[in-house]
């Protein structure tokens, strides 16, 4: 897609400089902020609602809850974004009821201290490079959408677009940190947001009214553009009987089960000022979450009428600018798409300082505990600077936002979800019984994905179509019976080695037991804890 034949390319690109200017200031007066690690990793567990709930916000809303859902509910409707926002959603919901009070209270620092304290250095080694990994591949999504947009704009190779947003985002979080990543999240999620509020009024005004607007709506591979289940004549994603009720499943567990034990969402949790804050910024930021992400997948599915059913591949990724180059004046248009790359380096951010902070409080600590809290700091920093170098090598190698968003979280859901969901409640699951989940649930995924790539898929649906759909589809229905799996293996594991591997009580970050009454999102937090 092109758009420097767009007359007011130049505003876009002059707002995008502007964007990139003011984050390297914040990141700057961020550095004078940061006096510890936890400082830089945690804002100093200081930050009030009014930013905590738009950072936690902002842990996904961005290059697959934009660009990605527009692009997929165009083609595939509102079936198409069952992952992101809906899944999102969830993930905040059940996350902010049965969650957020223990590890905030636990004063966790990563997730994976969690695993540390529950089950062991094994689990929590395994579980740790397996998010790092994953990380990458999450950060690599947001980079080929900002390198995207500045190919389009300044018809540049693609690459040197990766380069440079990499480098602004490498360069602003080395220096500030959370404290840097939050101030921006919350400029970022007004733009965006209040940009998708615009474009839509921007239709409505335009087709004179939402009647007309949804008569617009339609998607290129289903007939029922509004339905977020399988359906009697499209299935789910084209797939009928078991293949499709396990693609829809794991549509909603890939982000509302697989992002809950995921390091960046933990990290702007447990920053929070105080547990209460920390719960009521997950439900106000599911809220507007659900409220503002939506409209993405709404704008999509009216680019169907307003643009054409013919867009095709990186086309489509394209469709939320074209609509507000469509139907907005040009200083908005301007205002919007700067935005929407502020957006995509926002969730960048997070996931390059999640790893770098796993990698320093699971990894080196573990060979040396009792490293400085100023080495501490410099090891997270150098650790930023090679995630953000690795990101980009992915970035280079990929193509697709969306899928590749997603199956950051999938990875997590099969491995990690039932260890720590489970294990924060069911009191006899054990190192041996997580460690059988993670491989059973690992090892049955990737053996389940070849199953039904070479036995159903690509003979029966595709029959000699891109290679590329048949591994995504597989990737996702194979999610679902290998979530189940790891489900079973931790709890038949851990019943079976309770007296050879008696199981840890759930203890805070220093090894303590904590207060575990009043856990749930409505309970009011005991005296004394965290307040």
């Known amino acids: 897609m092109d758009f420097q034949a767009y007359e007011y390319a130049g505003l876009i690109i002059g707002g995008i400089v502007v964007i990139l200017i003011i984050r390297m200031i914040i990141g700057w007066w961020a550095s004078k902020k940061v006096k510890s690690n936890v400082d830089y990793v945690l804002a100093g567990r200081r930050l009030p609602l009014w930013m905590a709930a738009p950072s936690i916000m902002a842990t996904w809303f961005a290059a697959e809850t934009l660009m990605g859902a527009s692009s997929e509910a165009y083609s595939y409707g509102f079936q198409g974004v069952v992952f992101d926002p809906f899944g999102a959603t969830l993930c ?19 997730i994976m201290d969690f695993f540390q304290h529950r089950y062991g250095t094994a689990m929590s080694v395994i579980g740790t490079v397996t998010q790092i990994i994953t990380y990458f591949g999450w ?4 980079i080929v959408a900002g390198g995207a947009i500045l190919q389009a704009l300044l018809g540049w190779p693609i690459s040197w677009g990766m380069i440079l947003v990499t480098t602004i985002v490498t360069l602003y979080t080395l220096m500030g940190g959370l404290w840097a990543d939050t101030a921006l999240d919350f400029m970022q999620m007004f733009l965006t947001s209040i940009g998708l509020l615009i474009i839509t009024a921007g239709i409505v005004i335009t087709v004179g009214g939402f009647d007309t607007m949804f008569s617009m709506a339609g998607a290129q591979y289903t007939t029922n553009t509004f339905a977020i289940w399988p359906t009697a004549v499209d299935g789910y994603y084209g797939y009928f009987g078991m293949h499709g009720w396990f693609y829809y499943i794991a549509a909603w567990l ?10 960046d969402y933990l990290q702007r949790t447990c920053a929070a000022k105080n547990e209460s804050i920390a719960v009521k910024a997950t439900f106000v930021a599911g809220a507007l979450y659900l409220a503002f992400g939506v409209l993405s997948p709404l704008i999509g599915v009216t680019a169907y009428g307003a643009l054409g059913p013919d867009l095709e591949g990186a086309q489509t990724e394209f469709v939320l600018i074209l609509m507000a180059m469509k139907y907005l004046p040009p200083i908005l248009v301007a205002v919007f798409v700067a935005a929407l790359a502020s957006a995509l380096m926002s969730t960048s951010d997070s996931s390059l300082l999640a790893g770098a902070t796993m990698f320093t409080e699971n990894i080196v600590k573990v060979f040396k505990p009792d490293l400085s809290d100023k080495a501490t700091l410099r090891i997270t920093r150098i650790s930023l600077i090679v995630s953000g170098i690795f990101s980009l090598v992915i970035a280079l190698y990929a193509s697709t936002i969306y899928k590749l968003a997603v199956l950051a979280n999938t990875s997590i859901l099969v491995g990690l979800a039932a260890s ?13 019984g997580a460690l059988a989940s ?39 229905i194979a999610s679902t019976p290998a979530f189940f799996i790891s489900v079973v293996f931790l709890i038949v594991v851990s019943l079976l080695t309770q007296k050879s591997d008696p199981p840890k009580a759930l203890t805070d970050i220093n090894g303590k037991p904590f207060d575990t009454k009043n856990i749930f999102a409505w309970s009011k937090t005991p005296k004394g804890v965290d307040e």
């Open 92 to 110: 905040l919901v059940i996350a902010g009821i049965f969650v957020v009070r223990l590890a905030r209270r636990a004063q966790y620092v990563t």
């Open 139 to 142: 950060t690599a999504a947001q």
């Open 254 to 263: 890939s982000l509302g089960l697989g992002a809950i034990p995921a390091q």
């Open 420 to 432: 720590y969901l489970i294990g924060m409640y069911w009191k006899k699951a054990n190192h041996w």
């Open 438 to 476: 993670f491989f059973s649930g690992v090892v049955s995924w990737l053996v389940l994905t070849l199953v039904w790539m070479y036995t159903y898929i690509l003979p029966v649906v595709y029959e000699g179509e891109m290679m590329d759909d048949v591994v995504w589809d597989s990737i996702y």
